[in-house]
């Protein structure tokens, strides 16, 4: 996959996106170092992960922060923004890409906390280093956008249910956000082939992303998806701050 973004576009930019260390967040961050951004990657439990792939990015001449942080205690996200302030003085981009609710062992409200709380708290800790021209970009999928009018699988409808909750209290700030200058993009996409969420799905229930991909006709990948995430820090926003990725031709609208 051919970066979206082009060489120096984002040059002396500082970029953070949640949940960076594999998958989307990982190629996401990889397009934005690229660009020129000095990165933080985030991770919960994939220190590993996450320090290999800063080590190829700093190849890159751009700096890339490692900072282990669960997103839902918010000692924890104060200590990541604390080293953040220290090492960058202000971040330009943040990614709210991390999430979860599918895995095993965790407690009933898990999804909630991460998909809405945690994503609330994030934006919070984030503010004061953010300044008029950054960008928030929230990552989600077409099943918990259009969850209200669209029904999902079984096996993911409370999380696609915390992820919408997530999405509409994080629009409730984008009036407070505008008068800061900052602006929001929700970025929606289908199911995307090679995910956690996808593989789970698929193991649950059998023949689920085969199905939809028939029904949609293209299933984009991690790093085609990846890239229009990307995409939407840096292109103009679109109609009611929402750009979507793949078919929505079998979703019911949402009302504004």
Request: glycine content about 10%.
């Amino acid at each position: 996959m051919t970066n979206p973004l082009a060489p120096g576009q984002l040059a002396g930019k500082n970029v953070l996106v949640t949940g960076s260390s594999r998958g989307i967040g990982a190629d996401t961050t990889t397009y934005f170092a690229e660009a020129g951004a000095n990165v933080v990657i985030n991770y919960r439990n994939k220190a590993a992960r996450a320090e290999k792939l800063a080590s190829s990015l700093r190849e890159k001449g751009v700096e890339a922060l490692v900072i282990g942080a669960d997103l839902t205690d918010p000692e924890s996200v104060g200590g990541m923004m604390a080293e953040v302030k220290a090492q960058y003085g202000q971040l330009d981009v943040l990614v709210l890409n991390a999430s979860g609710g599918m895995e095993g062992g965790m407690a009933e409200d898990y999804a909630l906390k991460l998909n809405r709380d945690a994503q609330l708290a994030m934006l919070d800790a984030a503010l004061p280093l953010m300044h008029e021209g950054s960008r928030v970009v929230f990552v989600t999928s077409h099943q918990a956008h259009f969850i209200h009018t669209t029904p999902t699988m079984p096996e993911y409808e409370p999380v696609a249910l915390s992820k919408r909750a997530g999405e509409d209290a994080l629009r409730e700030r984008i009036p407070g956000l505008a008068e800061r200058g900052i602006e929001f993009v929700v970025v929606s996409g289908d199911m995307i082939e090679g995910t956690i969420t996808a593989t789970l799905l698929e193991r649950s229930n059998p023949g689920a992303i085969s199905e939809r991909r028939e029904s949609a006709g293209k299933l984009y990948n991690v790093a085609e998806f990846a890239a229009e995430v990307a995409l939407a820090a840096v292109e103009p926003i679109a109609e009611n701050n929402t750009r979507y990725v793949g078919d929505v031709s079998g979703f019911a609208p949402v009302a504004k």
